[in-house]
């Protein structure tokens, strides 16, 4: 009996502390939806209303444009979101691809000079972007590079595929060589143990490392903020640029947060099974 | 079945020499093992077999086609690791028709061979069952099965009893033999228990520091060993090591002379050793080759101080104390030799060996 009831007080400190949790996380979040739903009276109101008329005024306003003549266009928020989706995710797709192969390479072969190398690639996210933008900008337009989604592309598979490689590397590390060697003495190529007997092993870890990848990619900031300036224009620079017109209209805003956040939560809708698996690797993922 | 043949290979990882000029041929259905301490190069010369390592230097053949650059899927080999590395998500069958499937054998082939080899090694009923519902025994015989039914030309066995219990491992000894007996095929297996490598091989390679010690039929290297650390690592239990001087007396006759030790050589090895006379040499004793006497007089004796008995059944061990010097002997089981009292022990003479104290090879 007693010991029954100090499992049930140890449960309830540990909900009690997740549920704590969840309220400071998702209170942002929350506020954010609210206020893309309130009129621009009901989002200043002291004290503030959680009970008050929706309105979808803030998308509306951040899809359609109303000129001053009153035709109404669909703003160019659509080009952007596309840009964004495209950039961000054959940004990540790229990336990890790669990614996956040289840290296969980096966990398998021994080759000259490794662990140099393998700084090296560690390095490329060692800079803050600040530090490197001048010279991106500069070597961007005189590439013809500057305000294309190509380049844009090229860029976050640069700044990715490096923690992409590490990342990748050590799910490597955690698959038993002797599953491969099997394979190969068998009578199978490498490439055929690669896909059919490692790939499937680091699921996990391909879903983990595209987590974090699409998360950079798609809410940089620094890079697009200087290299983009109309058609491979980025969300999170395109929104920043809204908070400057005509005054504030903060339900428009948080309507773009929204839009902001919804791709990354599908994301990890879709990846959640195998992130489990990624995150716990080695704890449960490495067992016969 | 094939012929194996190692030309001066050679392996560096880095500045680190793993193999160093092994050259070996290895015959036609030859059971060949390779035995070492951890390190010594055994396992990393059979990765070069497999075509899993590079070679750095050399050159390995296969059937009579050089391979240094055959990727190890042509190769026609099969091996079997110590951790069995079986696929956790097939079943037993398909692990075992794994590397079937790849060659296009037909299906009905596939099942009759896994059939088969399956009954062969008493695993018929577990086909369908997942490796983690097997015990570490017959973990084993599945990944044996799934190098058998391949029929390969080579056999290439990296310490695959290395995991299992004791007695397990005695058992699966006299299956792997038989097992090679029935099917003939020419293997190569790693270990670093020397018994295992006595029992099993036709012939034994002795590794040392990546380099070949000898290679020789089981009971040659144990009666013959090239030098101390063959002596040293061949034989259970382990061979005594006595330093001593070899003493000449008016040229005729010849003795290990050390403290509270005094042993004749054996006639048939005068020859060999009169080189060595005054000088500084080791002599090697194995502990079956000293006996329990009561005839303190004769040359080939000497007393030692008993320090412990260790009875193992058939004989029994005994640690004994000689001029300051441990020793081992293994004496009759009839025995009534107790602890903390002196003992008379008689060396086999002819069975004695001489190494150079300093290049440690055998003398004679």
């Known amino acids: 009996m007693e010991e029954s009831n100090t499992l049930t007080l140890k449960r309830f400190i ?6 704590v949790w969840v309220v400071f996380a998702m209170a942002p979040l929350v506020w954010l939806f609210m206020s893309s739903l309130k009129t621009r009276l009901d989002l200043f109101s002291m004290p503030p209303k959680f009970i008050f008329k929706p309105t979808l005024h803030g998308y509306e306003a951040l899809f359609i444009t109303t000129y001053a003549d009153g035709t109404r266009k669909v703003s160019e928020i659509i080009g952007t979101m596309f840009n964004s989706i495209l950039i961000a995710g054959m940004g990540t797709i790229l990336a990890v691809a790669l990614g996956t192969m040289s840290g296969y390479a980096a966990s398998r072969f021994e080759f000259k000079a490794k662990g140099d190398f393998m700084f090296f690639v560690l390095s490329t996210r060692m800079l803050p972007a600040v530090a ?12 013809g590079l500057a305000d294309t989604r190509f380049g844009m592309i090229l860029l976050y598979i640069l700044v990715n595929i490096g923690l992409a490689t590490w990342i990748m590397k050590g799910f490597f590390d955690g698959v038993p060589r002797d599953l491969e060697e099997v394979a190969l003495v068998n009578g199978y190529s490498r490439l055929w143990a690669f896909r059919k007997l490692v790939l499937p092993m680091v699921k996990g870890g391909i879903a983990a490392t595209t987590g974090f ?23 999170p620079v395109r929104i920043s640029a809204a908070l400057g017109k005509e005054g504030l209209d903060w339900a428009m805003v948080a309507a773009a947060g929204i839009l902001l956040i919804i791709p990354i939560v599908v994301l990890f809708y879709l990846i959640r099974k195998h992130l489990l698996m990624g995150m716990t690797f080695g704890v449960l993922g490495k067992k016969e | 079945m094939a ?5 001066n290979v050679g392996k560096k990882f880095g500045d680190v020499v793993a193999v160093d000029d092994f050259s070996l041929t290895i015959k036609h259905g030859e059971f060949m093992v390779f035995v070492g301490p951890s390190g010594c190069g055994k396992t990393t010369t059979l990765r070069m077999i497999a075509g899993l390592e590079d070679i750095t230097s050399g050159e390995i053949f296969i059937d009579g086609r050089k391979v240094n650059d055959v990727p190890p899927k042509d190769r026609d080999i099969a091996m079997v690791f110590q951790n069995y590395a079986l696929y956790p998500h097939m079943s037993v069958y398909q692990n075992m028709a794994f590397g079937l499937k790849l060659k296009k054998v037909p299906k009905d082939e596939i099942d009759r061979r896994v059939r088969e080899t399956a009954e062969m090694l008493g695993i018929l009923d577990y086909l369908k069952r997942k490796p983690k519902e097997l015990s570490g025994g017959q973990r084993q015989r599945v990944a044996l099965g799934r190098a058998i039914v391949r029929t390969p030309k080579v056999y290439l066995f990296d310490e695959p009893l290395s995991n299992l219990d004791a007695k397990l491992r005695v058992q699966m000894r006299l299956e792997l033999k038989k097992l090679h007996e029935q099917i003939g095929t020419t293997s190569i297996y790693v270990t670093h228990d020397q018994i295992e490598a006595m029992t099993m091989g036709d012939r034994i390679v002795v590794m040392k520091d990546g380099r070949v010690q000898q290679v020789g039929e089981p009971l040659e290297i144990y009666m013959r060993p090239v030098n101390r650390f063959v002596a040293g690592f061949i034989g259970s239990p382990t061979m005594n090591f006595i330093e001593g ?12 002379k050390t403290e509270g030790l005094r042993l004749p050589v054996a006639p048939e090895k005068k020859e060999a050793l009169m080189s060595y006379a005054g000088k500084e040499i080791t002599l090697g004793i194995r502990p079956e080759d000293l006996s329990e006497t009561d005839t303190p007089d004769s040359p080939d004796t000497f007393t030692a101080f008993v320090e412990v008995v260790q009875p193992v059944g058939n004989q029994i061990y005994v640690d004994v104390k000689v001029g300051g010097r441990d020793l081992l002997a293994s004496i009759s089981p009839q025995s009534r030799v107790k602890s903390k009292q002196d003992i008379v022990l008689k060396a086999r003479l002819g069975n004695l060996h001489y190494f150079d104290s300093e290049t440690e090879a055998a003398i004679g």
Not at chain 1, 14 to 19: F, K, M, Q, S, Y
């Open chain 2, 245 to 256: 001087v070899l003493v000449e007396k008016e040229g005729e006759e010849l003795f290990v």
């Open chain 2, 3 to 7: 012929e194996v043949v190692l030309k």
């Open chain 1, 132 to 143: 490197v933008l001048v010279s991106f900008h500069i070597m961007y337009a005189r590439l």
């Open chain 1, 213 to 235: 990848c699409f998360i950079f990619a798609w809410n940089e900031f620094t890079f697009a903020s200087i290299i983009t300036t109309t058609r491979a224009k980025t969300l």
């Open chain 1, 14 to 19: 540990i909900l009690a502390v997740i549920a």
